[in-house]
T-cell receptor
Framework: DTEVTQTPKHLVMGMTNKKSLKCEQH?????MYWYKQKAKKPPELMFV???????INESVPSRFSPECPNSSLLNLHLHALQPEDSALYLC????????????????FGAGSRLTVL | AQKITQTQPGMFVQEKEAVTLDCTYD???????LFWYKQPSSGEMIFLIY??????QNATEGRYSLNFQKARKSANLVISASQLGDSAMYFC??????????????FGKGTLLTVNP
């Protein structure tokens, strides 16, 4: 079982809907990440939270809104998405934000597969 | 220019044989980390192995080993005694450790490995 839990596993939404993706980890990791992965492509970084503060926003459109309520939870709020936003959204966490140590490995969840109609 | 290059879109191997997945990288940093992840069709990114740029020994983890040739900037993954469950997409990734970029993993395009019985 993965130690990073993502819900829901699948989500279908219309372009006018508001929905949220949730991610939870209980490993005591202090960095959490959202990645977007289109079919047959590598993951692309969207956001990084370090100690519950947004550290990196990779110029993601505002229709994606991240939130980190506490050190264990990470949400991605979705509003007015486009069909091209359909993708696998992966959450990850790592132990020490900004550490270059090899021990600072990203642990990924199983992803939330989003379809926008 | 691509920072991580995986030149093999697809590879086939017979069960119980060894296989090498190629990865070359480009960086001007002296300190960096190289990672391999496995992604089965279920979507989860599974960490396999890590090599630091200053590590003198090649990394090994069970059936996985990393053939690190620093001068050639290559970090090939060797899987010994392939199993049917090894069939998956394999991503090589790099974390550069300077300029505040050490949160970010840059992924290659991936190699789809198929293990034949």
């Amino acid at each position: 079982d993965t130690e990073v839990t993502q819900t829901p596993k699948h989500l279908v939404m219309g372009m006018t809907n508001k929905k949220s993706l949730k991610c939870e980890q209980h490993m005591g990791h202090r960095a959490m990440y959202w990645y977007k992965q289109k079919a047959k492509k590598p993951p692309e970084l969207m956001f990084v939270y370090s100690y519950e503060k947004l550290s990196i926003n990779e110029s993601v459109p505002s229709r994606f809104s991240p939130e980190c309520p506490n050190s264990s939870l990470l949400n991605l709020h979705l509003h007015a998405l486009q069909p091209e936003d359909s993708a696998l959204y992966l959450c990850a966490s790592s132990q020490r934000p900004g550490s270059s140590s090899g021990a600072n490995v990203l642990t990924f969840g199983a992803g939330s597969r989003l379809t926008v109609l | 220019a691509q920072k991580i290059t995986q030149t093999q879109p697809g590879m086939f191997v017979q069960e119980k044989e060894a296989v090498t997945l190629d990865c070359t990288y480009d960086t001007s940093d002296q300190s960096y980390g190289l990672f391999w992840y496995k992604q089965p069709s279920s979507g989860e990114m599974i960490f396999l192995i890590y090599q630091g740029s200053y590590d003198e020994q090649n990394a090994t983890e069970g059936r996985y080993s990393l053939n690190f040739q620093k001068a050639r900037k290559s970090a090939n993954l060797v899987i010994s005694a392939s199993q049917l469950g090894d069939s998956a997409m394999y991503f090589c990734a790099m974390r550069e450790n300077s300029g505040g970029s050490n949160y970010k993993l840059t992924f290659g395009k991936g190699t789809l490995l198929t293990v034949n019985p």
